[in-house]
């Protein structure tokens, strides 16, 4: 048992997974759905039109279990509301299984390739208005997911395992 609680944000027994892949070859161009994509160590997702632009962006990720909650602020808590589409939300990588803000100031490995560094939240911009709707860019407020860089590349494919690196 942690002695005390900066230690216990290096106890993440649980492995997540890669639920879902997205890449936009292009600014303003819809986010294309992948089952695998090559990630670049020098800076994202090949084929993604923001690969090489940013060390503290290279890749986004956002956690599955937050989509049926973003659907609920949009719909007034309907009962039976379906998850949202992650390729509205423009993130890259659809995670569950593991909390992605539990990762923050650590490096975590993505199938048995791809290490990637948490770098920041990931926060909503103004194009939710539009793809989701009035009151989507609040919707998204807190569960934007995170950023990160690429520490080492390889490939990541749907189904890939997500784990903190001790």
């Not at 216990?8 to 070859?25: A, M, N, Y």
């Not at 602020?73 to 949202?84: C, D, E, K, N, V």
């Not at 997911?145 to 903190?164: E, F, H, S």
């Amino acid at each position: 048992m942690p002695a005390n609680i900066k230690d216990l944000f290096t106890v993440i027994p649980q492995s997540g997974r890669v639920t879902w892949i997205g890449i936009r070859p292009a600014r303003n161009v819809p986010v294309t759905a992948v089952s695998s994509v090559r990630v670049d160590a020098n800076g994202g997702l090949v084929g993604d039109h923001y690969s090489g632009q940013s060390g503290k962006r290279d890749v986004t990720l956002i956690q599955a279990e937050h989509l049926p909650v973003i659907a609920s602020f949009l719909t007034g808590g309907q009962p039976g509301t379906l998850p949202i589409d992650p390729a509205l939300l423009r993130r890259n990588l659809v995670v569950s299984g593991i909390n992605l803000l539990a990762l923050k100031g650590q490096r975590f490995s993505l199938g048995d390739d791809v290490v990637l560094e948490y770098t920041g939240e990931c926060y909503p911009c103004s194009k939710m208005e539009t793809a989701l709707g009035e009151g989507g860019y609040n919707a998204l407020r807190g569960h934007g997911g995170i950023t990160a860089r690429v520490v080492q590349g390889g490939t990541v494919q749907v189904g890939d395992a997500v784990n903190l690196i001790k």
